[in-house]
């Protein structure tokens, strides 16, 4: 068993590699954007937005939890000025709603595949092309899509209120490119999820996550990873999004539920040398960020349901745990 979130496939395995990634981070190809040329702006995006105060905090881990490979250290101190940030997760109602009003392919069904955990799967036969090597859970789906999260034999039937899952950063950028917004930057992001508590493990504070102490407060993983899950919070898979409590800036399930695209590249050295007001991120690297884990984040797997847990994947990676919020233009 690996220690504590040391799998390099917590948020799903990549669909690059590295070197394939770095030539892929900039605009999404030419047949996607032809899809997207359809005009979009405000209003399209009917996302409850959470006013961010203007301000200071310091940035990191602050509970030793982190891991040095993941760069939650050193610990820093960031500025940023005021923002609206999406109060949960786009759902897959609202991520309908553009792409039915662009006609936008999403990465997995150009590529016609993508990665959904091994309890999850809903499909033939034929169209399971087998597990991911090192991580046999994650199984890669023909036919697996946002429209159809755990393969063909699924549907979106029950799910409107859930997370839009299955999209790519790619994806995510070109969603806000229709709706005139952008994604948050990993400073935002974290300020965001932590609601006004300096120096705290969760979003909530430090109670457990858990149900130790007979509450659930996040989507994760129950059970043994990761073969049974006892859904003792009442999810297997992906939970509405306004399920559990909000925040104290009125943010559900920042952690656990769906890892969240965010702007910036990954770089695991980039703390050290992150400008105080509103860090933009590394300027070169393949591979983009994503925060706060997900419904299969275990002490024993990933422990990355934390405020400052960081992961990354390539930007047209897609996989059944994975979506993404949205903040307001400057």
Do not use: K
Not at 18 to 23: G, I, L, V
Not at 43 to 50: V, W
Not at 79 to 84: D, I, Q
């Amino acid at each position: 068993m690996n220690p504590a979130g040391e799998s390099p496939h917590c948020c799903g395995p990549s669909r690059a590699s590295d070197d394939t990634a770095a030539a892929t981070t900039g605009a999404a190809p030419a047949s996607r954007r032809a899809a997207n040329s359809t005009a979009g702006g405000a209003g399209l995006h009917a996302i409850e937005q959470c006013a961010v105060p203007a301000g200071s905090f310091l940035m990191g881990d602050s509970s030793g939890d982190g891991l040095a490979a993941d760069g939650e250290l050193p610990l820093h101190r960031v500025t940023l000025e005021t923002f609206e940030i999406d109060a949960t997760p786009v759902t897959n109602a609202q991520f309908a709603r553009f792409a039915d009003a662009t006609g936008y392919e999403t990465e997995a069904e150009l590529f016609g595949i993508s990665a959904v955990f091994h309890l999850l799967v809903e499909a033939p036969t034929a169209d399971i092309a087998g597990p991911t090597s090192g991580t046999p859970w994650w199984i890669g789906v023909r036919g697996a899509d946002w429209r159809h999260p755990g393969g063909r034999a699924s549907s979106l039937e029950g799910r409107s209120e859930h997370p839009v899952v299955h999209v790519s950063w790619h994806d995510a950028m070109a969603y806000c490119d229709w709706a005139d917004r952008r994604l948050p930057t990993e400073a935002e992001w974290e300020y965001a999820a932590r609601g006004g508590l300096t120096a705290v493990t969760f979003p909530w504070g430090d109670d457990p996550i858990d149900g130790s102490d007979g509450v659930w407060r996040a989507n994760v993983w129950q059970g043994s990873f990761p073969a049974h899950n006892t859904a003792a919070d009442g999810w297997i898979g992906t939970a509405p999004v306004h399920s559990f409590e909000p925040n104290g800036y009125g943010l559900w399930q920042p952690v656990g539920n769906v890892w969240e695209w965010c702007a910036d590249r990954f770089d695991p050295g980039y703390y050290a040398e992150s400008p105080e007001f509103d860090p933009p991120g590394p300027e070169r690297g393949g591979r983009r960020l994503l925060r706060g884990g997900s419904y299969l984040c275990h002490p024993s797997y990933c422990n990355r349901y934390r405020n400052s847990a960081r992961s990354s994947n390539t930007p047209d990676s897609s996989m059944g745990n994975a979506g993404f919020r949205t903040v307001g233009l400057r």
